[in-house]
């Protein structure tokens, strides 16, 4: 069951960042870590007919992109750019974004508080504690855990961080800076949407360096959120979000993303939990790398897609490797 919300005309000028702000991203990021590798794999190649190069976000300190965005976000706030500075921070996740906070937060000296989700992946949950996360599970999914998150930021006068802030896509864009930079000729991108960062900053880095490449978003079927919002150019919510993958398990879309999505993606491809696993198991036979399952939306994707790509030369956004081991272990012994 979905529902639309009425047409909407979100503000996204504070998303429309300059190359000289990306430029100081960058610079930010550089500070903790070099740039992730991109790399050409001749078995990927055999198997979709397509020159795939793979952007290695999984080769991250948190294993998983949103931590560009977190190190981007945690120094705006240092430098009292949201206010004063505050007490301590505190964000909803399943995980990759909960892990972004509490690496940067913790680095600039904040104190971290994440709220996940009831029967939240116990791996990501021992990650953020082990970096230093005051740990609350509460609300049976991602949104009910940020309406939580939001309640305890006013009783406590923390610093809710949204999971679609400027600083957050700008943050996470330096890794289509890289990309571009290292293989401008590519021409189509799939990567997965869950909250938007990631193809947000795909697209406006893509307009600013006046690139023809084709963004394709990747979504789970059982999460069709973002397809729905595409199609129809509004905000469209769905009562559920029912993926194993669940960097992309959204049912309440942000309307910013949303706006900048219809305007500049290609087109949105959804793909089947069986496909994600294939996914999974492709990049462990073919790569030798450790996907989890947003992190192998995109392969799905190029995978249906296949016979369109054939002689193209195509990027895949390898968002992230926090899956819980498992289910990794059930994926790859199919």
Same mark, same amino acid.
């Given at each position: 069951?979905?529902?639309?919300?009425?047409?909407?005309?979100?503000?996204?000028?504070?998303?429309?960042?300059?190359?000289?702000?990306?430029?100081?991203?960058?610079?930010?990021?550089?500070?903790?870590?070099? =740039?992730t590798p991109q790399i050409a794999w001749p078995l990927l190649k055999?198997?979709?007919?397509?020159?795939?190069?793979?952007?290695?976000?999984?080769?991250?300190?948190?294993?998983?992109?949103?931590?560009?965005?977190?190190?981007?976000?945690?120094?705006?706030?240092?430098?009292?750019?949201?206010?004063?500075?505050?007490?301590?921070?505190?964000?909803?996740?399943?995980?990759?974004?909960?892990?972004?906070?509490?690496?940067?937060?913790?680095?600039?000296?904040?104190?971290?508080?994440?709220?996940?989700?009831?029967?939240?992946?116990?791996?990501?949950?021992?990650?953020?504690?082990?970096?230093?996360?005051?740990?609350?599970?509460?609300?049976?999914?991602?949104?009910?855990?940020?309406?939580?998150?939001?309640?305890?930021?006013?009783?406590?006068?923390?610093?809710?961080?949204?999971?679609?802030?400027?600083?957050?896509?700008?943050?996470?864009?330096?890794?289509?800076?890289?990309?571009?930079?290292?293989?401008?000729?590519?021409?189509?991108?799939?990567?997965?949407?869950?909250?938007?960062?990631?193809?947000?900053?795909?697209?406006?880095?893509?307009?600013?360096?006046?690139?023809?490449?084709?963004?394709?978003?990747?979504?789970?079927?059982?999460?069709?959120?973002? =397809?729905?919002?595409?199609?129809?150019?509004?905000?469209?919510?769905?009562?559920?979000?029912?993926?194993?993958?669940?960097?992309?398990?959204?049912?309440?879309?942000?309307?910013?993303?949303?706006?900048?999505?219809?305007?500049?993606?290609?087109?949105?491809?959804?793909?089947?939990?069986?496909?994600?696993?294939?996914?999974?198991?492709?990049?462990?036979?073919?790569?030798?790398?450790?996907?989890?399952?947003?992190?192998?939306?995109?392969?799905?994707?190029?995978?249906?897609?296949?016979?369109?790509?054939?002689?193209?030369?195509?990027?895949?956004?390898?968002?992230?490797?926090?899956?819980?081991?498992?289910?990794?272990?059930?994926?790859?012994?199919?």
């Amino acid at each position: 069951m979905t529902a639309a919300a009425p047409s909407l005309s979100p503000n996204i000028e504070p998303f429309l960042f300059s190359l000289e702000a990306l430029a100081d991203a960058t610079g930010i990021v550089r500070q903790s870590f070099a =740039a992730t590798p991109q790399i050409a794999w001749p078995l990927l190649k055999e198997r979709t007919g397509a020159e795939v190069w793979v952007k290695h976000e999984n080769h991250l300190p948190t294993s998983a992109f949103k931590v560009r965005g977190g190190l981007v976000l945690a120094d705006a706030l240092k430098k009292g750019r949201y206010g004063k500075v505050p007490r301590g921070i505190i964000t909803a996740t399943v995980g990759n974004h909960g892990l972004s906070q509490t690496y940067a937060g913790r680095k600039a000296g904040f104190a971290v508080t994440i709220v996940v989700p009831e029967n939240n992946n116990p791996e990501k949950n021992k990650a953020l504690k082990a970096l230093g996360a005051e740990l609350i599970e509460a609300g049976h999914d991602y949104s009910a855990a940020y309406d939580i998150a939001a309640r305890i930021a006013r009783e406590r006068d923390l610093f809710v961080i949204e999971p679609f802030l400027p600083e957050l896509m700008r943050g996470v864009a330096t890794y289509a800076l890289e990309f571009f930079t290292a293989v401008p000729d590519l021409d189509t991108v799939y990567v997965p949407i869950g909250m938007g960062s990631g193809i947000c900053g795909l697209i406006r880095t893509r307009d600013l360096l006046k690139l023809k490449t084709r963004i394709v978003g990747v979504v789970a079927e059982n999460a069709p959120a973002h =397809a729905l919002s595409f199609k129809a150019g509004q905000v469209v919510t769905t009562n559920s979000a029912g993926t194993f993958a669940d960097g992309v398990a959204v049912r309440v879309p942000k309307p910013e993303p949303v706006a900048i999505i219809h305007k500049g993606a290609d087109r949105i491809v959804t793909v089947g939990d069986e496909e994600i696993a294939d996914a999974i198991r492709f990049y462990h036979e073919d790569t030798h790398n450790t996907a989890e399952g947003a992190g192998a939306v995109p392969l799905a994707g190029l995978m249906q897609e296949r016979e369109r790509m054939k002689g193209k030369k195509v990027g895949v956004i390898l968002t992230g490797a926090n899956i819980y081991r498992p289910l990794l272990a059930r994926i790859l012994a199919q």
